[in-house]
């Protein structure tokens, strides 16, 4: 199992601190996954998580200069490692003006992904800062855990308001209930409301638009004005929306029907799903 | 005592206590012949911190006429006085600061713009004078950087870390995280960061040695640093002896002493320890290799988790207290240990059977009152070594 690949561009280095730092804010620990063409940030749908999951893809070669990987077999040319976001996410921080940046798979006092800075200097010689990242290396046997997810059969698909307009609203109700009902419908309205015993508080987006129909059981059956509802944990959608540091090039959400919501960020070489369980 | 000081200066001076209150709690002011003296030790003594203002530095400095005057004070009432620092030079014009014992009154004034006068009356103790012992001149290493140096190298570690392990060597300069047991290690991430002796005004390494002290003090003392600007100089010596971080301009002295952690079963002789960490941690030179760079690892091997090998670095040994250093007692006629002074500083160390994993020598100050004709006639580097840290534990020097 070998992994080292290296970074040169600044920009790139920039957009890969972006996409770090929006996973360190969305989860304590995930999983990374290498393979020859992409990364994967993971984290699967345990219990512990509030029934979360989460599925960030990049392409290699949009960020890295060199890239090379062996997996653990030629049969499954991949690596599975338990990591601490944060912990990366703060060694990028600390590289931010890097000239370069190294990544490898060390077995230092425990296995490690080490990553090594080149940082301009007053003299001819450059600083190095080097981060030694305690990971786990997840056994094969345990890969299963972390398939892709399946695209739900949603009821409704829409694109999302303004990331920050969404988020002001829902950073307010946040104070006065925990939970909130999300709910579309197939003609771009999307509702945001919450429900205590003292107060009830809705809000309205219109034209929103929706994503061309491609399967899921939008069938020219269904109404379109009838509303997809879920009812969510407050927190996590807050956490999730203000995980992000850029507005990404387009954000939908798919409702399946009193059963989850389904988030998907496209970025210009990135992409991230995300899952939230409804309550009953 | 009486003193003014014009507005840039309290400045200056706010930033002292800013840096101090980083340190300790409590603010030990004494006016001195050769300048106003602000102090502080933290609370497990094992740092010790003092600005020396000269008389220049002040418009006007009046020392006590007659007896010596000490007082101390808890550090956040002086921080109220100078409350915003970054307005505090756009509306103070002059700051006026008056001691009398007699009166039992500490009073700072400040004239800001449109005649507005601040007064504040403090209340203080009476203190005994506080002293470290420290010798910097005698210091086997010298290291001097600009603040900015300094401050980029801390940032590299996170606000939570302690504890910080410092190794030298001829040609350069690594600071690496310090972490407490193995499982914790396994855990934590390891941050090491490498300056060359070039980046420093002045590299000046006889003892390859490898030190770990506390960040907390360091990031006190930058703060002040920063701000004025001023090169920090870093004296050090074997592990367990103590740091001094200082600052000198003209009109003013800044000395930090920090207590090193000492390690357990190291020979304390210069000759034995001079080069023995001198080479740790770029084992791997990770950013030369260009052929050699993969490490295998197998996914087999996780299943048998005993088999990682043991770090690579000595330096993990659980180090203990160590014995005071004897020959740091350079003004032994003036040492008056006072028994319940020492109390306060001690550490029962040998006592449990088993010694506790880490502590830091505490910096053993004696409280000396000395008498007035011995006051007037001490110069400051006498006043840096009046008490000394005459107990010591060394007496089983390995378990």
Known sequence: ?280 | MDCILIGSNVKVLAKAVQSLSRLGEELYLEPQENGLALRTVNSSRSAYACFLFSPLFFQKYTPPKSSTQRCKMVIKSVQAVFKSLSSLEKTVEKCRIELDIEKSRLTFTLHCKHGLLKTHNLSFQDSESLQAVFDKEGCANTLTAQPKLLVDTVLHFPPSLEEVRVSVNDERVLFRNHVEDEAEQSKAMMTEFCLSAEEFDRFVVNMHTCITFCLKELRGLLVFAESSGLPVSLYFDEPGRPMVLSLTDSVLEVNFVLATLSEEGQPRNHNSNMRRVSEPPITDDFMNDDVDYIIAMEAGELAGDSDWPEPPRHALTPPRLHGAAGDQQESSGECEDEDGQQGAVETPVEESGRPPNKKFRSLFFGSVLPTPSQMSNRTLQSQEVLASDSEDEDGSPSP
């Open chain 1, 1 to 280: 199992m070998r992994f080292r690949a290296k970074i040169l561009d600044v920009g790139c280095l920039n957009s890969f601190t972006r996409v770090v730092n929006t996973i360190s804010k969305l989860t304590k620990t995930c999983t990374l996954r290498l393979t020859a063409d992409n990364l994967y940030f993971m984290l699967s749908d345990k219990v512990a998580n509030g029934g979360v999951s989460m599925w960030c893809e990049l392409d290699q070669g949009n960020f890295f200069d060199e890239f090379q990987m062996e997996g653990v077999a030629s049969d499954a040319n991949e690596i599975y490692l338990e990591l601490v976001p944060e912990n990366l996410s703060r060694a990028l921080r600390t590289a931010q003006n890097a000239k370069s940046l190294k990544a490898k798979l060390t077995k230092k006092h425990c296995p490690c992904l080490t990553l090594a800075a080149e940082l301009p200097s007053l003299s001819s010689v450059s600083r190095v800062v080097t981060h030694d990242i305690p990971v786990d290396v997840i056994p094969r046997k345990l890969w299963h855990d972390f398939r892709e997810p399946t695209v739900p059969d949603f009821d409704v698909s829409i694109y999302l308001p303004p990331l920050k307009t969404m988020k002001n609203v829902i950073d307010r109700m946040k104070n006065l209930s925990n939970f909130l009902v999300l709910e579309a419908n197939r003609s771009g309205q999307m509702n945001l409301k919450i429900e205590t015993d003292l107060v009830s508080v809705s809000t309205h987006f219109r034209d929103l638009g929706n994503p061309p129909c491609d399967g899921g059981s939008q069938g020219a059956s269904q109404d379109l004005e009838t509303m997809a509802q879920a009812r969510v944990d407050i927190k996590k959608l807050q956490q999730f929306l203000s995980s992000q540091q850029v507005n990404p090039s387009k954000a939908m959400c798919n409702i399946v029907d009193k059963k989850m919501v389904h988030f998907v960020w496209l970025h210009e070489n990135a992409s991230l799903q995300y899952f939230i369980p409804a309550m009953a």
